[in-house]
């Protein structure tokens, strides 16, 4: 079964840069890699795709090695608005999300 | 642009008892799912439909779960009867297709608690 990997949790203070790596050893030449975001008792929410090398938004950065095993987020000057479960997938296991990294933005 | 609708928001029923949970996708989008998140883990699909007809639904327990999308717009999840263990978030999702590139987008979610 093909799964992402992700830090369990990550404990960051206001004002930083949050990095969240994931590993997804399985994915195929046409995946993307999407990123979400979840606030308790909202559903997931879209923050960033990509495909390879980088990828910035207004509210994300997305980095991905040539190989595309791995991909990290990054989250520059985090808020305590920004607390919140994130998870990374691929399109190809479409039934996999994983446990997610839940971040904890502290003042 | 309004995103995805569900309903109800919560409901609390008696184990063996049945539940339905409804869901208006993204205006324009071709393809719904229905995931299933138990408290503390990540969205598992349960059904995913392209228009009105099933893409895959290996992950559906079908012995007690069901779920139509007849005219390819609204879709309906339901539960009959319900066990214990089906206490969990029942988020509907939409996309405009199926290829590997489209966004998801969710609801927010109908709470189910069997007690």
């Known amino acids: 079964l093909a799964k992402t990997t992700q830090p369990i949790s990550m404990d960051s203070y206001e004002g930083q840069e949050v990095n969240i790596t994931c590993s997804h050893n399985n994915i195929a030449t046409n995946d993307y890699i999407t990123w979400y975001q979840q606030f308790p008792s909202q559903g997931p929410r879209f923050i960033i795709q990509g495909y390879k090398t980088k990828v910035t938004n207004e509210v994300a950065s997305l980095f991905i090695p040539a190989d595309r095993k791995s991909s990290t987020l990054s989250l520059p000057r985090v808020s305590l608005s920004d607390t919140a479960v994130y998870y990374c997938r691929y399109n190809f296991n479409k039934f996999y999300f994983g446990s997610g990294t839940k971040l904890n933005v502290k003042p | 642009e309004a995103g995805v609708a569900q309903s109800p928001r919560y409901k609390i029923i008696e184990k063996r008892q049945s539940v339905a949970f409804w869901c208006n996708p993204i205006?324009?989008?071709?393809?719904l799912y229905w995931y299933q998140q138990i408290l503390g883990q990540g969205p598992k699909l349960l059904i995913q439909f392209q228009n009105n007809g099933v893409v895959d639904d290996s992950q559906l327990p079908k012995d007690r779960f069901s779920a139509e999308r007849l005219k390819g717009v609204d879709s309906t999840l339901k539960i009959q009867p319900a066990k214990l263990e089906d206490s969990a978030v029942y988020l509907c999702?939409?996309?405009?297709?199926?290829?590997?590139?489209?966004?998801?987008?969710f609801g927010e979610g109908s709470w189910l608690t069997v007690v």
């Open positions: 205006s324009g989008h071709a393809t």
């Open positions: 999702a939409s996309s405009f297709q199926v290829d590997s590139g489209n966004t998801i987008y």
